[in-house]
């Protein structure tokens, strides 16, 4: 991926100047961006007024009511838009200048990065597209642009936070405009929404933010992408209402995340808390911890019009009206998909790890305990081999390694703690005895959050990984066998890891060249082979991947491949709970999900099939039933 | 041999070897001759304007080769017993080199770069010149019979690489000049309209048929120079389409000799339901079938009154709503046409030396008015130019209806002179690009045509495509990107673009120009415009035909040709 620069990025701290000057002067100084492409920005109701106008929706009207009342389109319009204004940006500024301070050590913010993105705003309509790991995302980044004069960005948020009474005005006010969750088939509603979101994307006066992966991740692993927004940017390109977009990835990252518990607590099948401003209020204690430093690197912007040279062929409209609703062609879908996963990958380059991300790695491959010494001399070890892979690791270089590693390590102490020179996790506290059950789920939640983190940094080992394992399936060591094994790995975990659809090729070369930079392996043209020195560096990474493996099973002879539920795991086998892969319950919905696996991949990677039949159980009774009915559920900005 | 225009024409540059742009000893900018209204006229703000524009410096000079160098031109490859047949035939024939060289080319950059630069590439073996439209039978069944590549040539305006002579034809290449086909055979007074002889140039078929009280109304912007053999030829487009129609509805009659045959039509009924339209085989067949000799077409009587007129729009948004709405009432006037911010100010870079303080005064007090009271920005403003005919008060009452509508687009009436001067330029244009070649600048113009709905995101996609495309091409300052909307249609409009830039610095500035307009044309064809809506399509555009007319549509027109001319003596390798 040419776009991402491998130069190391300067980060300045913005809370810096928080501390030392005045939240009230900073949030009533002198605000005025240059407005994006030189368009002045409509006003709200110009804006909405342009979009019930326009012919596309017309059409939709007529088609779906059978006449040409706008009057619903008006309403889900007036519940949808932002209304944004410079006061209430103002007053959120002041109101997050306390509570950032409070939060967090440091914002850490790559300037080279805001000023790219400055020079975006000015030639294109620019998408900014960050990844999603807490409520405070989208905050941030708006707080980010308004402290560096930048637009403040039209934000897509989910309509459970219009619901908190104040805070949804406060928000709809700052830029954000509201999705219903379950649209399904509403034809209107869609209508209403693209159009929405295309007529902002054609003015161009501000950045259009959304989260392309959809919802929350609470496994801090990136998710695979939804298109559905996606299509509703690409459009005006598409169609040639724009020159172009600039796609800006932008990767938010948490030394801890604010609501790391109530993730666990998700992923364990307690309920989300409905976001209510009550709620809110409660949940004020978060402000009394220590969250570290986050990050929030602003990558290159990925010109839309350079994506699609050659992969798209723009005149499909040519023979059409271009408001004529209609779904959008096989190619654009393939090719908004390959977008989309393209950013999540910039995503996930971007992001800079904390220390704590690779030691959380390594804690769980010893649950029941282990000396900081050596687990210490581990992280540095694996330290080493990120920095090989390209990682991007925020570790001071002014103090002693050790240092480093334990202050890290003290932010989680709700996860692990250090007693005695040995290294443990939290369990959660409650009356004794207990039985076998309640003990996995008290040590669940630490190992979830510890996982949570592992997860974070996990995108920098995965294709070296898979190359790794494939290695260890394949008999000899032909490249061609093991990239064939590659391959399944990819579609096996094609829902699991984000890959970009149709580069295969690069995703091996990219595992191939990542284990040659180990030094763990040497390639010659046909040949792939282990080095003998660097065995353990293979043998560590196809460890990475044994939990995720593990969690597909194989039933029958019919090769389907089934999901083990979470419950499964925990209820049946707490020995092997070993790591918990808490992503499944995201696909244990009614109904079962199988992951997309050709058939002949059974002849193709006999291995890999017959390696994971560690259940004791018969395939019948691992139904696919999640703990508390569907997880996607929501969360806020989507 | 003959009376050519060739004399009094320049042989490497555009139009008449007396008029030409030049900056003078004081850097003013000047138009030399007699011939137009500019001529003689010092133009103050030319000089600031093009070394804005394009950061070019007047003591850069690349001037031209002055002389044709003769003995660069490769000799005639001859047919003798051809030649002999001819001349048995009475048929003027030369193998003059300055006469073939001069019928070598067109006016496309890479022609006109070539030719400053005293390169010579193919050029036609021999000139004839038939003098009526039994000559051509003559000519056309002598080259049948010897295998001679036969290349019909009118006016020789041609921006498409049309007159190009293959480099791959061996045959000998004979190029057929019709000038001296070029009188008026008749007029039909009971019926409106005339028989002409298909080489007639444009201006002199105006000037006659005027004498006459009458007028074709057909005025493309080369018509100084242009034929109505290239005419139909090419499916030309006049300015005033309007009122009287471009070529296709022009015409009522042709005549055309091919290698199987003449092809003409039995009577002169205004319309024919008698399966597809033949006519439309020989319209835009671009010299591939065969030399139209003859033309019938109709004439209105001259126009009582004529009226310029323009409108400044606060942008260009706007002014092509206007556009749009005047096409929806139909009620266009002879020509309306919207230039961009860019080319507005290309034409006050044109504006003469005033001659007097109280006119200074008055122009000065206009941009007040418009800038400063009416809020336009100088930097977005665009102006439409308008022109009106017909009866004194129809004209009158039309131009009301267009500016009432102009109004509701924010449009101010903004004087008759700014629009005459809008129309003045666009027979000067050509002229100022050999100006721009002495200093480092090239350029060209293209256009399209569009449905409404798309006609602003393809003119900003277009422009920007140009700016980036140059600036990935090393071309050092920002390119002459402008457009402008010059016809309008029930269904979409015309587009015409002007792209030159400064190309100091550059190996190879012809190549980059080259790729640049090709993405400029790609560029088009992904918004949703066409080929060409008059220009043609002949060599340069001919890898786009396929994707334009489908392959179904390409078979037809090959099946045609391969029954009208299976030997390929009109082998100028055209359209197909």
């Given amino acids: 991926m040419q776009e991402f620069s491998m130069t190391k990025p300067s980060f300045v701290d913005i809370l810096e100047e928080r501390r030392r000057g005045s939240d009230i002067s900073h949030a009533l100084r002198a605000f005025s961006p240059p407005p994006g492409c030189g368009a002045p920005p409509p006003s709200p109701s110009a804006l909405n007024k342009m979009v019930l106008e326009s012919q596309h929706l017309r059409y939709v009207v007529l088609e779906v009511r059978g006449h040409s009342e706008g009057g619903e389109a008006a309403a889900l319009l007036d519940e949808m838009s932002q209304n944004l204004q410079v006061t209430f940006i103002r007053l959120l500024g002041f109101a997050l200048s306390k509570i950032f301070t409070r939060l967090f050590r440091r914002i850490q913010v790559n300037e080279d990065g805001l000023a790219r993105l400055q020079q975006a705003t000015q030639e294109h309509p620019v998408i900014l597209m960050p990844n999603h790991r807490s409520y405070v995302d989208f905050l941030v980044l708006s707080y980010i642009m308004f402290t560096y004069d930048l637009s403040i960005p039209v934000i897509a948020a989910g309509i459970p936070l219009m619901g908190m009474s104040l805070i949804g005005e406060i928000f709809r006010r700052s830029g954000a405009f509201f999705i219903r969750r379950a649209i399904g088939s509403d034809k209107l509603y869609w209508a209403v929404l693209s159009e929405y979101v295309r007529t902002i994307v054609r003015t161009g006066f501000a950045p259009v933010e959304f989260y392309v992966e959809g919802l929350r991740s609470r496994t801090l692993k990136s998710l695979t992408p939804k298109m559905g927004m996606m299509h509703m940017v690409l459009e005006p390109f598409l169609k040639g209402e724009v020159y172009d977009l600039s796609l800006v990835p932008v990767s938010i990252s948490y030394d801890r995340v604010l609501e790391e518990s109530l993730l666990a607590h998700e992923l364990l099948g307690v309920p989300k808390p409905r976001e209510t401003t009550r709620g809110l209020l409660k949940a004020r204690r978060v402000l009394e911890q220590d969250y570290g430093s986050m990050h929030v690197y602003f990558g290159n912007p990925v010109s839309v019009r350079e994506l699609a040279k050659g992969r798209i062929g723009r005149g499909q409209y040519n023979l059409v009206p271009r408001d004529l609703p209609g779904r959008p062609s096989e190619e654009s879908q393939a090719f908004a998909s390959a977008a989309a996963h393209r950013v999540v990958r910039l995503q996930e380059r971007g992001t800079v790890l904390s220390p704590w991300s690779l030691t959380a790695l390594l804690v769980l491959q010893r649950p029941d305990g282990t000396r900081w010494d050596l687990l210490a001399r581990d992280t540095l070890w694996l330290r080493g081999i990120a920095l090989q892979l390209g990682a991007r690791l925020d570790w001071p270089a002014d103090l002693p390694d050790l240092e480093v590693m334990s202050s890290s390590m003290a932010l989680h102490r709700s996860v692990v703690r250090c007693e005695e020179g040995c290294v443990w996790l939290v369990e959660e506290a409650g009356p004794e005895p207990v039985t076998q059950e309640e003990g996995v789920f008290r040590r669940a939640s630490a190992v979830l959050m510890c996982a949570s983190y592992r997860n974070q940094a996990l995108h920098v080992f995965t294709r070296p990984a898979m190359v790794a394992v494939a290695m260890g399936t394949v008999p000899g060591h032909s490249q061609e066998d093991i990239y064939r094994h590659f391959c399944f790995l990819r579609d096996l975990f094609a829902n699991e890891f984000v890959f970009v659809p149709g580069c295969g090729p690069q995703d091996f070369e990219e595992g191939c060249s990542g284990l040659q930079q180990c030094g763990a392996v040497s390639a010659t043209d046909h040949e792939l082979k282990p080095t003998e020195e660097e065995r353990d560096t293979i043998v560590f990474l196809s460890a990475i991947l044994e939990p995720f493996i593990e969690t597909y099973q194989v039933t029958g002879d019919n090769c389907t491949l089934l999901y083990f539920s979470l419950r499964n795991c925990l209820s049946f086998f707490p020995s092997h709970f070993r790591e918990i892969f808490p992503n499944s319950t995201r696909y244990t919905l009614p109904g079962g999900y199988l992951p997309p696996t050709p058939t002949c991949c059974k002849l193709q990677c006999p291995n890999i099939y017959f390696r994971q039949s560690h259940c004791r159980i018969h395939p019948g009774s691992c139904s696919p039933t999640p703990l508390c009915g569907p997880q996607v559920a929501t969360s806020s900005p989507i | ?576």
């Fill in chain 2, 1 to 576: 041999v003959c009376v050519c225009v060739q004399d009094i024409m320049k042989w490497n540059g555009w139009g008449y070897s007396d008029s030409r742009f030049l900056f003078n000893k004081k850097g003013q900018g000047e138009f030399t001759g007699k011939r137009y209204r500019l001529s003689g006229m010092i133009l103050p703000s030319l000089k600031d304007w093009f070394e804005a524009t394009f950061g070019t410096s007047l003591q850069h000079k690349t001037p031209a080769t002055p002389t044709l160098n003769v003995s660069a031109v490769p000799p005639p490859n001859l047919v003798e017993p051809f030649v002999e047949e001819l001349k048995v035939a009475g048929v003027a024939a030369s193998h003059d080199p300055e006469g073939r060289v001069f019928r070598s080319h067109g006016h496309c950059l890479h022609e006109i770069f070539a030719l400053r630069e005293g390169r010579i590439g193919r050029v036609p073996d021999l000139v004839v010149w038939p003098n009526c439209h039994n000559d051509v039978v003559k000519i056309v069944e002598l080259a049948c019979k010897y295998n001679v590549c036969l290349m019909p040539y009118g006016g020789g305006t041609s921006v498409s690489s049309a007159l190009e002579c293959p480099l791959e034809e061996t045959r000998s290449v004979v190029s057929l000049d019709t000038s001296q086909m070029n009188r008026i055979l008749w007029i039909d007074e009971k019926n409106l309209t005339v028989h002409v002889e298909a080489g007639i140039i444009g201006q002199d078929l105006e000037r006659q048929l005027n004498e006459s009280g009458y007028c074709t109304g057909h005025e493309p912007d080369s018509m100084e120079f242009s034929s109505l053999g290239g005419w139909v030829a090419t499916r030309a487009s006049g300015m005033k389409k309007n009122i009287y129609g471009n070529i296709e509805d022009l015409v009522v009659h042709i005549k055309m000799v091919t290698p199987r045959g003449v092809i003409e039509k039995s009577c002169q009924g205004p319309r024919m339901s008698t399966g597809p339209d033949i006519h439309h085989f020989i319209m835009g067949s671009e010299g591939t079938l065969g030399v139209v000799t003859e033309v019938t077409m109709k004439i209105r009587p001259l126009p009582e009154y004529q009226k310029y007129g323009s409108i400044v729009f606060p942008n260009f948004q706007q002014g092509v709503s206007c556009l749009r709405e005047v096409a929806r009432q139909r009620c266009a006037p002879a020509s309306i046409r919207l230039m961009d911010n860019e080319q507005f100010q290309f034409g006050h870079a044109l504006k003469p030396q005033v001659s007097s303080i109280f006119t200074s005064f008055l122009d000065g007090l206009k941009k007040f008015y418009i800038t400063k009271f009416k809020g336009f920005e100088p930097h977005h403003l665009c102006v439409a130019t308008l022109l009106f005919e017909g009866d004194r008060e129809k004209v009158l009452q039309h131009e009301k209806q267009v500016y009432d509508i102009a109004a509701k687009f924010g449009g101010l009436a903004a004087g008759e002179d700014n629009g005459q001067r809008g129309y003045m330029l666009t027979f000067v244009i050509a002229y100022l690009r050999d100006l721009g070649m002495d200093y480092y600048v090239i350029g060209e113009s293209f256009e399209t045509s569009v449905p409404w709905d798309r006609v602003l995101d393809l003119c900003r996609n277009v422009k920007e495509r140009i700016v980036r495309e140059c600036k990935e091409r090393g071309v050092q300052f920002p390119p002459f990107s402008t457009c402008r909307v010059t016809q309008t249609y029930d269904a979409g409009a015309c587009v015409y673009f002007y792209f030159a830039f400064n190309y100091r610095g550059l190996a190879d500035p012809l190549h980059v120009y080259e790729r640049v307009e090709h993405e400029a044309r790609e560029e088009i064809l992904a918004n949703g415009g066409s080929l060409s809506h008059h220009h043609g399509v002949g060599k340069l555009r001919k890898e786009w035909m396929r994707e334009a007319v489908s392959t179904v549509g390409l078979g037809m027109l090959q099946s045609v040709k391969e029954y009208v001319d299976p030997n390929n003596i009109f082998g100028n390798r055209n359209l197909l």
